[in-house]
Nanobody, 124 residues
Framework: VQLQASGGGLVQAGGSLRLSCAASGRTFSNYAMGWFRQAPGKEREFVSRISWSGGRTYYADSVKGRFTISRDNAKNTVYLQMNSLKPEDTAVYYC??????????????????WGQGTLVTVSS
C-alpha cells in the first residue's frame, strides 16, 4: 500500500491543523493505521493509532485530549485532527499502515508501510 501524507504547515501555538493520509494500492480497510512524528534531533515517536474499523483508537499521553484520529474507509484516508497545538508538537508527521494487527502498536516495526511525512511547525 502507498501512503501520501498532507496537511502540514505553520501554525501559531493554540491553533489547529488537520493532517490527512491517503492510501492506495491495496484494501485500505485491512490495515490499522498509525501516526508517528519525528522532531529535529529526536527519534521517531508514536502519536496515535486507529483500528481497521475505526472502533478503537490509541494516543500518546503527550497528545491525549488534543489530537483525534479518524478514518474514512470509503475514501481510503486517515486523519489526524490536532488542536491546542504547542511548540513541542513541531515535527515531521508520518502515517503508517499495519496489516498484522500488532499489539506492539507504539513500535515502529509494527508498521510495514510508511508515508513520506508532512512538516508541522508550531510557533510560540
Amino acid at each position: 500500500v502507498q501512503l501520501q501524507a498532507s496537511g502540514g504547515g505553520l501554525v501559531q501555538a493554540g491553533g489547529s491543523l488537520r493532517l490527512s493520509c491517503a492510501a492506495s494500492g491495496r484494501t485500505f480497510s485491512n490495515y490499522a493505521m498509525g501516526w508517528f512524528r519525528q522532531a529535529p534531533g529526536k527519534e521517531r515517536e508514536f502519536v496515535s493509532r486507529i483500528s481497521w474499523s475505526g472502533g478503537r483508537t490509541y494516543y500518546a499521553d503527550s497528545v491525549k485530549g488534543r489530537f483525534t484520529i479518524s478514518r474514512d474507509n470509503a475514501k481510503n484516508t486517515v486523519y489526524l485532527q490536532m488542536n491546542s497545538l504547542k511548540p513541542e508538537d513541531t515535527a515531521v508527521y508520518y502515517c503508517a499502515a499495519d496489516s498484522r494487527g500488532s499489539s506492539r502498536y507504539t513500535n515502529l516495526d509494527a508498521y510495514a508501510y510508511w508515508g513520506q511525512g508532512t512538516l508541522v511547525t508550531v510557533s510560540s
